[in-house]
């Protein structure tokens, strides 16, 4: 059977690829220049790429959507759509050798070298260049096991494959057959292919050992990729193995390759902050070596991990383009068919229809990175947060490029358009002053000609879970949903009299709607929107071709219906006495509820009256409860929520039928929120908790500290004790926690409060010691503290005191030779209403036990 299909591959390509041939003849490819400038080869201007990594031939993706029954070709022409969507004109990808090689290094033709061909096709169709890392050289299991496919890679260590000589022997033979290998559906072998820019010979090389040795090995990789002929130019990843850069700069290669995680990996949740101070600067040290200025720089993978946030790629991308790069791909686009569950990597999700403001933001990106001109250098931050055409805000969670013909805008803006009656292109996520929208997901509106647009409308995309919690096939994290939405959209170049016709055969749906007040109700899919009384010059309709695709393509995830609704709620960790809270929740359905109610716990059956709160509607999904100052008494306010919809009634926090006031029905959970007197202290930490609420980090990152929760005497206040390793003195260590909900929610507290008060002692040494806050801004404010040697110590610090100073990126950034902190050039004051984060840090602490009983601000 696989003969027949390989066959069966192989003379499709013979019949596709005359014309595939004929159709490549004049496309322009990629050269390196001798300043390391990467160039059209037609006209000699220089390139910029952006895009995205995407695995679905190989290892987790290809194993989950066959897991899934869906067919990987039907996955990779959704995705590769939405890259099209998004402007994406770059796609990178470290094949798993292990996948399609054997023992000795030969190339084997299977279903996963078949699919990366589909895949590089499907690519080309809309006009998108290829960057191709050969060799992973370790498992194809992760998240999962690795399965032994008995390739060269599982029969030697990652640190050692560059230095064995069997090893390298096999690499040599397959580097070699890849770049030989003909793309059935392309006509072209890789080492011809028009669209492939060049080769990064491996992913992540780990160089142990001689200098020498890592300098033979690339030597010889690079002679085995010309011995095939190859023109096209070398890459070599440069930001790893520190101690080898001059290997690296003296190799025969054109161009380096680079990464960037600049707020770590694999927190196991979302991270929340201001990360702009993270992302301001990409310096590299050994930019004075012999060779860095000729060779061209690329960044093979480059992701803000652990967040949805909107607001960080485009200024990612600026600082990529400050730094002289050309090439810039995230890691990784999350297959669609799988996005629903983000399994792929837990760390990082991507996707246009399940993270939408996420994937704006790259689209965003993408136009930094094409008109940002190549070493520009900016202003330090906070000034760069405006630059060319765009604008990042983190209060916002915002990122938007306005010029006259583009609008693109990852979330709610109230910024116009500089030129609306010229404009070309909209995309936005949420309401502008262009589109008013009540939808969750992504929409686009092109201008086809002159009162002639085609809008396109992704389903709304409903978190449902933390996406960065440890991940299941069987665990949901954002749930789709096809329901009617109400649009409004306020165009010039359309007027206030236009028509809406689908260009999807919709059953039981009229395709022409009705349009009111430049208002309509409209629901996911692609429409054709025509001024009234437009003359078109041409027919419009879903099989016209338009920008490498036609009108009527469109790729959106099904919807499986819930089990039964689900009502998100975040509560406030904290509220203050007799002052009106409100409380916002998200419900989750495929139908409106009748109603839903807030009911506390002082309900009881038996009376016949009993209070209770109606939430109001606050636009689509969202409902807030006006919680009035007499229930906010006592010490704690303790409360359900019962959604009454299609004739059930669900209560929640307990997601179970029925309603606290049924006589059968028993409330087993509460959402609980602790109540304060306005200007009582507020608590940041306490020890009583016997999980510690603070993250602790290094740096450098070879130092570490533990943990352990002492077990007081009775009457006795419990402490948490730290120790202290480093390899080297010097190290600075770090205690860091998210306080920005406390804050907000003890808004009086807060004003009146004058000192931060620490409750600790230490045993040996002499540590140094201080702590402060991180604000809004991303600014650190401390002061010095002076702890008494086996003994309580209360500290006092006056908020007034406070100093700027750098501030630490925790967690470190990767790669390993970026700052560690960010030294701030704008002195601003400190204000308290500002702060997010909690911050201790302290050093010579090595022969010391630290104990933290008691945080607070009073």
Known sequence: MRVIILCCF???????????????????????????????????????????????PFAHAYRALRHKGIDPKLAIDRDVYHFGRLGYNAYRIHI????????????IRNEHLDLLDYLFFKLQQKGIRILITGMTNFGNGYPERNENTDAFTYHYDKCQVHANPHAIVAQERYIGQLLRHVNPYTGHAYKDDPYVIGFEINNEPC????????????????????????????????????????????AEIQGTTYQWYPIGLVAGRERQGNFLPYI???????????????????????????????????????????AGFQWITQFAYDPMDIASYNTEYQTHYLSLAYTPAKALSTMIAAEVAYGIPRNQKFDPYPQDTIFGD?????????????????????????????????????????????????????YFLDRLEDGVWRLEVMPDAERIADPFAKPSLNRAVVHILYRSQVMQIKLPNLGELFTVESLLEKNGEDKVISVKGMKFNITPGVYLLKRKSVAMNKTWVASTVWKNATLGEYYAPKTVPLEQPILKHQQPEVLEKGIAAKLQFRFVSEVDPDSIILQTNQISFWKDTNSYIKLVPKGSYTYEADIPASLLTGRELKYTATAFVSGRKITYPDNHAGAPLDWDYRTER?????????????????SLNKESSFETFAIPETAYMS???????????????????????GAQYFWLKDIKAIAQARPLGLANAKELCILLRHTKGKPVLNAGFVTKKGYTYVKDIQVGSDTETLVRINLVDLQQVPTALLPAPYPVFLERFF???????????????????????????????AIWLE
Request: hydrophobic fraction near 35%; charged fraction near 20%.
């Open 823 to 853: 030294e701030p050039v704008t002195p601003v004051q400190f204000a308290a209403k500002d702060i997010e984060k909690l911050i201790l840090s302290g050093k010579n602490m090595e022969d010391v036990t630290l104990s933290i009983a």
């Open 670 to 686: 509460y959402w609980t929120v602790g109540l304060y007197e306005p200007y009582d202290r507020i608590s940041l930490f306490e």
């Open 280 to 322: 301001d600067q990409y310096n590299i040290p050994f930019s004075n070596l012999k060779g860095f200025g000729n060779k061209a720089k690329a960044v093979y993978e480059y992701d803000p991990a652990d967040n949805l946030y909107s607001y960080m790629h485009p200024a990612m991308s600026r600082t990529f383009r400050s």
């Open 10 to 56: 192989a003379l499709f390509g013979y019949i596709h690829s005359y014309a595939q041939l004929k159709a490549n003849e004049n496309v322009p490819t990629i050269f390196i220049d001798r300043e390391g400038v990467m160039r059209w080869s037609d006209n000699k201007a220089e390139a910029s790429f952006y895009g995205v990594n995407y695995t679905v």
């Open 390 to 442: 765009f604008m990042v805000s983190y209060e916002q969670d915002l990122s938007i490029m306005n010029t006259a013909d583009k609008y693109l805008y990852s979330n709610h803006t109230s910024i116009r358009p500089i030129r609306g009656e010229e404009l070309q292109q909209i995309a936005g996520n949420g309401s502008s002053p262009v589109v008013n929208y009540s939808g969750s997901g992504a």
């Open 207 to 250: 160089h142990t050992g001689a200098i020498e040795t890592t300098a033979t090995y690339i030597a010889k990789m690079v002679a085995a990729i010309k011995k095939t002929g190859n023109k096209k130019p070398i890459f070599y990843n440069v930001s790893h193995n520190m101690d080898h850069v001059k290997a690296y700069f003296d």
């Open 96 to 107: 798993w050798d292990v996948e399609i090689s054997d023992r000795n290094g030969n190339l």
């Open 707 to 729: 943990a352990d929760r002492q077990q007081p005497d009775l009457g006795k206040v419990p402490f948490w004790n730290y120790t202290f390793q480093a390899k080297e003195p």
